[in-house]
């Protein structure tokens, strides 16, 4: 990592989740090179020290910069930072920390724990803006003003400009140029694309459209409301469901890198056409946590490609970083794989307009860095 540029709040919070997996006390198992990064500050190459001590002093001081209350409480709990927690195994911990919000271990889980997890990661991040060269003063500037308290900038303050929603980054593949668009907003905002890939399991089941995910988010945004906002009609929901009773009937999953293609339901009338549902998370058995091969992210989106050729009249596809979410993947492995299949495609000759999509502008910044400079990508 540059030490003038913040680390991708998304990596620092894969880490984060494997700490609290693994436990303080087993940091010096861990491959935390983010962390690591940004443990030793801006400008040190290492002092002979073994990272993992300055690895827990980085995250006692992002969790103690909490203020206190049950989220710092939640927090220290589940990284093993409170008093006599340091050997628990995960589940006491995590039992612990649920205990804190006085509820159920499987509600913690879903809800409060990744919240929890996520103010950690973003204490991280904000520590490190304030170590950056020039950031002294300013570390309220990602609030919106620069007071931090939601007041306009003072006249003649610094502008601050809206990060575009929208940007277009030329490649190279078979030796030519191609200009791809890179989405920088929400899955469900997008116009006029032929087809959306959407990541899901090998059961290609769908999770509960009030979720946060692209799949989840496709689901919603394709549904058919009555004039109270009431859904009436589940399409994709159903379409994927028919889908599946014809080509993995009583439940079966189907192999890694299969995909499923449904209409987009009420999508359509933003001129989206086409969801390809990617099978690129295996589930592991008796946990909630999934498995994702690059392999299978790649074999996937390459099937994305030869439906696309196969299908009448589609020329636009849009791909979201497959396997970066639950899947696990870093955002940088996840690139790697779609545009390994993206490149392919490309320098055989295929004309498609390739559209990329991430939802947070420093993770569009990654992205982008690695497409146009992939020799000096960051490590």
Request: glycine share 12%; proline share 8%.
């Amino acid at each position: 990592m540059s030490p003038t540029q913040l680390p991708d709040y998304g990596e620092v919070l894969a880490e984060v989740r494997e700490v609290r997996r693994a436990g303080i006390v087993r940091l010096r198992e861990l491959r935390l090179p983010v962390l690591t990064g940004m443990a030793a500050g801006p400008g040190e190459t290492g002092s002979g020290e073994p990272h993992f001590p300055a690895v827990e002093r980085l995250l006692r001081t992002a969790v103690a910069a909490m203020g206190g209350g049950t989220l710092q409480e939640a927090a220290e709990y589940s990284l093993g930072l409170a008093r006599g927690t340091r050997d628990w195994p995960p589940a006491d911990r995590r039992r612990r920390a649920a205990r804190v919000y006085g509820v159920s271990v499987e509600r913690f889980r879903k809800h409060q724990e990744l919240m929890v997890l996520g103010q950690v990661a973003e204490q991280l991040v904000r520590g490190a803006a304030r170590s950056l060269p020039g950031d002294g003063e300013d570390e309220d500037e990602d609030e919106g003003n620069g007071h931090g308290d939601g007041r306009p900038p003072l006249p003649g303050g610094p502008a601050r400009q809206l990060a575009a929603s929208h940007r277009p980054v030329t490649v190279r593949a078979g030796g030519r140029e191609h200009r791809l668009t890179l989405h920088v907003h929400a899955v469900d905002l997008l116009r006029d694309i032929d087809v959306v890939v959407s990541p899901s399991n090998t059961h290609f089941a769908l999770p509960e459209p009030y979720k946060a995910s692209v799949a989840a988010s496709l689901r919603r945004a394709g549904a058919v409301r009555d004039p109270a906002g009431r859904i009436v009609e589940d399409r994709i929901q159903d379409e994927l469901r028919a889908w599946t009773d014809r080509y993995a009937p009583g439940g079966l999953p189907v192999a890694p890198g299969t995909v499923a293609v449904t209409g987009a339901g009420a999508l359509g009338e933003q001129g989206v056409r086409h969801i390809h549902h990617a099978a690129v998370a295996v589930p592991r058995p008796g946990t909630n946590d999934y498995d994702v091969l690059p392999t299978d992210v790649t074999r996937a989106v390459t099937r994305v490609f030869a439906l696309l050729a196969a299908g009448p009249g589609l020329s636009s596809v849009c791909l979201p970083l497959l396997g970066a979410g639950r899947g696990g993947l870093t955002p940088a492995d996840s690139l790697a794989a779609v545009w390994a299949a993206v490149e392919a495609e490309l320098a055989r000759g295929g004309g498609w307009d390739v559209h990329l999509l991430v939802r947070k502008p420093e993770r569009a910044d990654l992205v982008a860095e690695l497409l146009t400079n992939p020799e000096g990508g960051r490590t």
